[in-house]
């Protein structure tokens, strides 16, 4: 599929340092997804200059099945009017395969300065969750993911309490099922609103493995489903 990535920022967020954060986050997201970002460049100068440029950062990449994933930090306004949203839809439909899934990625910051604009953007992300675009084509579609920009600030997935989480390939489940002698269904359970199954971009029944260290049992492998 196709993912296209804004983040949004409001004018006290958009400083040189949180511009490289997201960015940086970003790219680690998409490697965790399975995209190869090998040959993003994340040197500091060119990312400062690309945005004062062009008021926009673009990550464009593609992973092993050749599926094109498009990251995009840009100016705050972008977003807010539901007509600019669109424009960049239009902008990017042209790019996207038929018959394949396409995700928008929406990221928008919550400045604690601005209580208001806290809920506008917490109601907006809601909404966003449950947007799929049919674009001209047949069998074009668009889905559209959401973040807070805050959640960008630092990559949860390295946090030393969070395990490693591994989206588990249809494979991989069906022989995980066949030796456990169970069923997805009886599998522990993982919220699709939860941040790392938000962080992978987990639809609802992928499965993940979780590999778990504790001091009294060592290291451990855990598996959920989304749900």
């Given at each position: 599929?196709?993912?296209?990535?804004i983040s949004t920022m409001t004018e006290e967020k958009t400083t040189n340092d949180t511009i490289y954060d997201a960015y940086k986050t970003c790219t680690e997201m998409l490697t965790d997804r399975k995209f190869d970002a090998s040959k993003v460049n994340l040197?500091?100068?060119?990312?400062?200059?690309?945005?004062?440029?062009?008021?926009?950062?673009?990550?464009?990449?593609?992973?092993?099945?050749?599926?094109?994933?498009?990251?995009?930090?840009?100016?705050?306004?972008?977003?807010?009017?539901?007509?600019?949203?669109?424009?960049?839809?239009?902008?990017?439909?042209?790019?996207?395969?038929?018959?394949?899934?396409?995700?928008?990625?929406?990221?928008?910051?919550?400045?604690?300065?601005?209580?208001?604009?806290?809920?506008?953007?917490?109601?907006?992300?809601?909404?966003?969750?449950?947007?799929?675009?049919?674009?001209?084509?047949?069998?074009?579609?668009?889905?559209?993911?959401?973040?807070?920009?805050?959640?960008?600030?630092?990559?949860?997935?390295?946090?030393?309490?969070?395990?490693?989480?591994?989206?588990?390939?249809?494979?991989?489940?069906?022989?995980?099922?066949?030796?456990?002698?169970?069923?997805?269904?009886?599998?522990?359970?993982?919220?699709?609103?939860?941040?790392?199954?938000?962080?992978?971009?987990?639809?609802?029944?992928?499965?993940?493995?979780?590999?778990?260290?504790?001091?009294?049992?060592?290291?451990?492998?855990?598996?959920?489903?989304?749900?």
């Amino acid at each position: 599929y196709i993912s296209l990535s804004i983040s949004t920022m409001t004018e006290e967020k958009t400083t040189n340092d949180t511009i490289y954060d997201a960015y940086k986050t970003c790219t680690e997201m998409l490697t965790d997804r399975k995209f190869d970002a090998s040959k993003v460049n994340l040197d500091k100068e060119y990312v400062f200059k690309q945005f004062k440029n062009n008021r926009e950062v673009i990550i464009d990449i593609f992973n092993a099945q050749g599926d094109r994933i498009i990251v995009k930090l840009v100016d705050p306004r972008i977003i807010f009017k539901t007509e600019n949203l669109m424009k960049v839809v239009d902008s990017v439909h042209r790019m996207i395969k038929p018959n394949m899934h396409n995700l928008l990625i929406v990221v928008i910051d919550n400045s604690k300065t601005k209580s208001n604009l806290n809920t506008i953007i917490d109601k907006k992300i809601k909404s966003l969750n449950s947007i799929a675009i049919k674009l001209p084509e047949e069998e074009k579609r668009l889905f559209i993911q959401g973040f807070k920009y805050s959640e960008l600030q630092a990559n949860i997935s390295h946090h030393h309490l969070v395990p490693l989480h591994i989206l588990l390939s249809s494979t991989e489940i069906e022989t995980l099922l066949t030796s456990l002698r169970t069923t997805k269904e009886k599998l522990p359970r993982i919220l699709i609103t939860e941040p790392m199954s938000r962080y992978l971009n987990l639809s609802i029944g992928d499965v993940c493995r979780i590999e778990s260290k504790s001091e009294t049992a060592g290291e451990y492998n855990s598996y959920r489903v989304c749900i």
